[in-house]
């Protein structure tokens, strides 16, 4: 004769297992904090060494400081980059490099769901002209999201002064470019604040951003053969041999003021 009581324990039991399955999920999802300070008194002795140190859903947190860096986030899935303070005292600064020929100040390469946020990205100046990006390059595998930035005073001698998605970029399609500040970025022969190539899996998300006093080719941004969402964005003051903005692809642009830059073409 089956006894009531352990048809109770049975139930029991197979209701917490599939809890503590659930909960053991969440916390093996939530990733690891990697403390950085400037004195190399943190979890780590540098940004460099926590991002190397960290595995898929991990956040570096910075705190307030100026890193003279040239960062690379190379396949990790669900990784954040985040300052503890703000943009305006967590400076990441390109000059002097360490890899002259690949100069950007943050390379995101392979990671999918990647989070920039919340610093000042600064003076990169890649040496040749296959740097592309200046202050931040991204390359394939995933969306990313870049937000809250102030990038500035970087340059690119071939393309994306500010920010490049260079080719190839499968997977970006769903990417955010949100709230940043694209200031004084230079490049000669193309987009001086930011380029895209090639991304024609979904939208690129590009809004509330701000676009002044970039030089270039492309004063404000050029996509070529990609489909991108253009929203809510200030172009004020930039300068270009060609047109502040050249979008040659699918998408939507919308709301955007676009007022005081100079250049060559009607598009300014």
Same mark, same amino acid.
């Given at each position: 004769?089956?006894?009531?009581?352990?048809?109770?324990?049975?139930?029991?039991?197979?209701? =917490?297992?599939?809890?503590?399955?659930?909960?053991?999920?969440?916390v +093996?999802?939530? $990733?690891?904090?990697? !403390?950085?300070?400037?004195?190399? +008194?943190?979890d780590?002795?540098?940004?460099?060494?926590?991002?190397?140190?960290?595995?898929?859903?991990?956040?570096?947190?910075?705190?307030?400081?100026?890193?003279?860096?040239?960062?690379?986030?190379?396949?990790?899935?669900?990784?954040?980059?985040?300052?503890?303070?703000?943009?305006?005292?967590?400076?990441?600064?390109?000059?002097?490099?360490?890899?002259?020929? !690949?100069?950007?100040?943050?390379? =995101?390469?392979?990671?999918?769901?990647?989070?920039?946020?919340?610093?000042?990205?600064?003076n990169?100046?890649?040496?040749?002209?296959?740097?592309?990006?200046?202050?931040?390059?991204?390359?394939?595998?995933?969306?990313?999201?870049?937000?809250?930035?102030?990038?500035?005073?970087?340059?690119?001698?071939?393309?994306?002064?500010?920010?490049?998605?260079?080719?190839?970029?499968?997977?970006?399609?769903?990417?955010?470019?949100?709230?940043?500040?694209?200031?004084?970025?230079?490049?000669?022969?193309?987009?001086?604040?930011?380029?895209? !190539?090639? =991304?024609?899996?979904?939208?690129?998300?590009?809004?509330?951003?701000l676009?002044?006093?970039?030089?270039?080719?492309?004063?404000?941004?050029?996509?070529?053969?990609?489909?991108?969402?253009?929203?809510?964005?200030?172009?004020?003051?930039?300068?270009?041999?060609? !047109?502040?903005?050249d979008? =040659?692809?699918?998408?939507?642009?919308? $709301?955007?003021?676009?007022?005081?830059?100079?250049?060559?073409?009607?598009?300014?």
């Open positions: 004769m089956n006894h009531p009581h352990f048809h109770s324990h049975v139930c029991r039991l197979f209701l =917490v297992i599939p809890l503590l399955c659930v909960l053991f999920a969440a +093996t999802a939530s $990733g690891r904090t990697w !403390y950085v300070l400037p004195d190399s +008194t943190g780590a002795p540098d940004i460099q060494a926590a991002i190397d140190s960290s595995g898929d859903g991990d956040t570096v947190l910075v705190a307030a400081g100026t890193y003279y860096v040239n960062l690379q986030i190379t396949g990790i899935t669900d990784f954040t980059l985040i300052s503890e303070s703000g943009p305006e005292v967590t400076i990441l600064d390109g000059s002097p490099s360490f890899n002259p020929q !690949y100069r950007q100040v943050v390379r =995101v390469f392979q990671s999918p769901d990647a989070l920039v946020e919340g610093f000042t990205i600064q990169a100046n890649p040496s040749t002209i296959a740097g592309w990006g200046g202050g931040i390059r991204i390359i394939g595998g995933g969306r990313v999201t870049i937000r809250g930035n102030i990038i500035r005073a970087n340059n690119s001698k071939s393309r994306g002064g500010g920010l490049a998605f260079s080719n190839p970029c499968e997977g970006c399609g769903g990417s955010v470019i949100e709230g940043n500040q694209f200031i004084e970025n230079t490049c000669s022969n193309n987009a001086a604040g930011i380029w895209i !190539y090639g =991304v024609d899996d979904g939208c690129v998300f590009i809004k509330n951003n676009f002044q006093g970039n030089v270039g080719g492309y004063g404000g941004i050029r996509a070529e053969y990609s489909n991108i969402i253009l929203t809510n964005n200030i172009f004020m003051a930039n300068e270009s041999t060609s !047109y502040c903005l979008i =040659v692809g699918t998408g939507r642009v919308e $709301g955007n003021l676009v007022v005081l830059n100079e250049g060559g073409g009607d598009r300014c």
